[in-house]
């Protein structure tokens, strides 16, 4: 069993930024990648970025990228998303996620491991 608990939401005015974590416990020895997707009022939920948690790699839905950087520090078993230059249609809850696959996915489907989620509003 893996948890997952997002921290670092707010409100932010369009251009700025925010950087959220994602704290991992449990058996985290188990979990191969982590993501980040979000959901917007009225809208389904979507992939943001997503790393591997042994090799490092990342992946980035084109609406984010140049803009979102996930990294990990696997001593603190903690996952940040540093998201920039944040537009209106950034605003969502973002999730934190987690699968022991073995393989980057961008699919929601194969993630068995959720948090609750933190609330990021940007205004214009």
């Known amino acids: 069993q893996v948890q997952l608990v997002e921290s670092g939401g707010g409100s932010v005015q369009a251009g700025g930024s925010l950087r959220l974590s994602c704290r991992v416990s449990?058996?985290?020895?188990?979990?191969?990648?982590v993501a980040w997707f979000r959901q917007a009022p009225g809208k389904e939920r979507e992939f943001v970025a997503g790393?591997?948690?042994?090799?490092?790699?990342?992946n980035y839905a084109d609406s984010v990228k140049g803009r979102f950087t996930a990294s990990r520090e696997n001593a603190k078993n903690t996952v940040y998303l540093q998201m920039n230059s944040l537009k209106p249609e950034d605003t969502a809850v973002y999730h934190c996620?987690?699968?022991?696959?073995?393989?980057?996915?961008?699919?929601?489907?194969?993630?068995?491991?959720w948090g609750q989620g933190t609330q990021v509003t940007v205004s214009s």
């Open positions: 790393i591997s948690w042994t090799g490092g790699g990342t």
């Open positions: 996620a987690a699968h022991s696959l073995g393989i980057m996915t961008t699919h929601l489907e194969r993630y068995r491991y």
């Open positions: 449990g058996r985290t020895f188990i979990m191969t990648h």
